[in-house]
């Protein structure tokens, strides 16, 4: 069965204090793993699609990388508005389009 | 900015009320749209996919006599919760993907959600 499990449930860090959020996934078979950030009461924001093991994508203090289990979003140096909820996605080769999503990363930094 | 608006944004009305909520993808057509729904806390899950010109797959467990999807046109996807009732109170949202290849991995692009309270 294709699972996705998002660690820590929850997170507070210090402005400026550096870290890192995991997204576990089985699946038979991955097209894509996708990262998003959701602010309460909004929908989720796309940030980054990663295909394939060891590939890596960056925005501004984010950083996406991806293993054959595993997906790590970085946070280097965060700040206050990177306080929001983030949330893994994968989709699987024999499942059509559909996306499987983890419970979520509630960030939040501290000034 | 925004490529896929939802409408509305909040509603609040009575049990036995029957709401439909609007997801159109702004700059694109959009042969396939998903309606997820949120609880508190909790991630996304997925309700069903609403297909063009054809009939909404629906997820198990998800009555499609109680919630009605109708996607008319490239732009356009509704989803009617029919004779609702407190349970069905929850977080709807609904997503695109920008390209149309039937197999798609590229991201879905997620609307703002709508907040249904029924008291």
């Known amino acids: 069965e294709d699972q996705v499990t998002q660690s820590p449930e929850a997170l507070r860090l210090q402005e400026g204090e550096s870290s890192s959020l995991n997204c576990s996934y089985t699946?038979?078979?991955?097209?894509?793993l996708f990262w998003y950030r959701q602010d309460p009461g909004k929908g989720p924001e796309f940030l980054f699609t990663l295909y394939s093991a060891g590939e890596e994508k960056e925005k501004e203090r984010l950083k996406a990388t991806l293993t054959k289990k595993e997906s790590f979003l970085h946070i280097t140096a965060p700040k206050p508005e990177d306080s929001a909820t983030y949330l893994c996605a994968v989709q699987a080769r024999d499942t059509g389009n559909q996306f499987y999503f983890g419970t979520g990363t509630s960030l939040t930094v501290i000034p | 900015g925004a490529v896929v608006s939802q409408h509305p944004s909040r509603v609040i009305c009575k049990s036995g009320t029957s709401v439909k909520i609007e997801c159109r993808s702004l700059d694109f057509q959009a042969t396939t749209m998903f309606w997820y729904r949120q609880f508190p806390k909790q991630s996304l899950m997925l309700m069903a996919t609403s297909n063009e010109g054809s009939k909404a797959t629906y997820e198990q467990g998800v009555e499609k006599d109680k919630f009605l999807i109708n996607h008319a046109s490239l732009t356009l996807s509704t989803l009617t919760v029919t004779s609702a009732h407190p349970e069905d109170s929850s977080f709807y949202i609904c997503?695109?993907?920008?390209?149309?290849?039937?197999?798609?991995?590229?991201?879905?692009?997620f609307g703002d959600g709508t907040r249904l309270s029924i008291l």
């Open positions: 699946v038979s078979g991955l097209r894509g």
């Open positions: 997503s695109a993907h920008r390209d149309r290849t039937p197999l798609s991995n590229q991201p879905q692009h």
